[in-house]
């Protein structure tokens, strides 16, 4: 057994001259919940379609679970769960039917996880599907592949467009569900706040490449926010390391930066600033600062 529950080599995938995913190398570890974040395009839905093998990539490799996704068969499929933002379920059913006709699919359905699960969003199963709100149908969709009992679970956008009340059930229905089995949950979303609550790892694409991976923590402690006072005007930011972004707000000069200590307020006080002040930065903040690095503006706060 491979100790990764994902492995892509130099993976590269283009539709005609744009290019999805461009040598991308990604190892992700066995176990535990990894959120996987980017900017609109920077390759997260490609590679969970070529991870599936619904999609061949240009070059490379790609691994799941130990299988070339260009080869997985019914039974490999079986040991790979996917929830994505459509919820897409056939309307014409009952959601008892459903989930009679998945049942019959998988060896190692397990029947207490489906019916906790659907419990938290209020679904009967004699509703047909048609009946069902956006966020009832994620959480039959939810509930189905949890208790398909996967070893690998990816789960694209799946809160995407959900009221509340409902994204609220769906995170509470993840995060309480037990993996004893050493499942491994893949996890896209824009929303920090989900990847703060539940990852434990954190991985930054950009433009179809890797750009970070570690802990939301470790992450979190590697960025911090300089508010500095300049009497007269801004020395030249490009000359300071690590600045992600930089604006100025009613007088000050807001920095963002990365892998800095204490030894960056020196060298702003050396540049002229009258006082140089660091604060922590939040996981959200510190993941758009990271991928809008570089940008220098004068924007001042409404």
Not at 30 to 50: D, E, M, T
Not at 54 to 72: I, K, M, N, P
Not at 197 to 225: Q, W, Y
Request: proline share 3%; hydrophobic share 40%.
């Amino acid at each position: 057994m491979t100790d990764h529950a994902i492995d892509t080599d130099d993976l590269s995938l283009h539709y005609g001259r744009k290019s999805a995913l461009n040598h991308l190398t990604l190892r992700l570890a066995r176990g535990g919940i990894h959120a996987v974040v980017g900017a609109n395009g920077a390759g997260k839905s490609s590679l969970f379609r070529v991870l599936l093998g619904f999609e061949t990539q240009s070059a490379g490799t790609a691994r799941v679970l130990g299988c070339d996704s260009r080869a997985l068969t019914p039974a490999m499929r079986a040991r790979i769960g996917f929830v994505n933002e459509e919820h897409t379920l056939p309307v014409w059913l009952r959601v008892d039917e459903v989930a009679a006709m998945q049942r019959r699919q998988y060896e190692r359905w397990n029947e207490d996880r489906y019916v906790s699960v659907v419990q938290n969003f209020n679904v009967l199963p004699d509703q047909k599907i048609a009946e069902l709100s956006r966020g009832e149908r994620a959480g039959v969709n939810l509930a189905m592949a949890l208790a398909q009992s996967p070893e690998l679970l990816i789960l694209d956008e799946p809160t995407l467009g959900l009221d509340v009340v409902a994204k609220r059930a769906f995170l509470e229905a993840l995060s309480q569900t037990s993996f004893d089995d050493g499942s491994t949950v893949v996890y896209c979303s824009h929303h920090m706040e989900e990847v703060e609550r539940l990852a434990d790892n954190l991985v930054i694409l950009e433009r179809g490449t890797l750009r970070h991976m570690s802990s939301p923590f470790e992450f979190c402690e590697r960025v911090t926010m300089w508010v500095a006072e300049f009497p007269f005007r801004d020395p030249d930011l490009k000359q300071l390391p690590g600045v992600l972004e930089s604006r100025r707000i009613e007088g000050l000069t807001h920095l963002m930066v990365f892998d800095q200590d204490a030894s960056f307020g020196e060298r702003l006080k050396q540049l002229g600033a009258r006082s140089a002040q660091s604060m922590p930065v939040g996981l959200d903040r510190a993941v758009n600062g990271f991928l809008a690095r570089g940008h220098i503006s004068t924007a001042r706060a409404a």
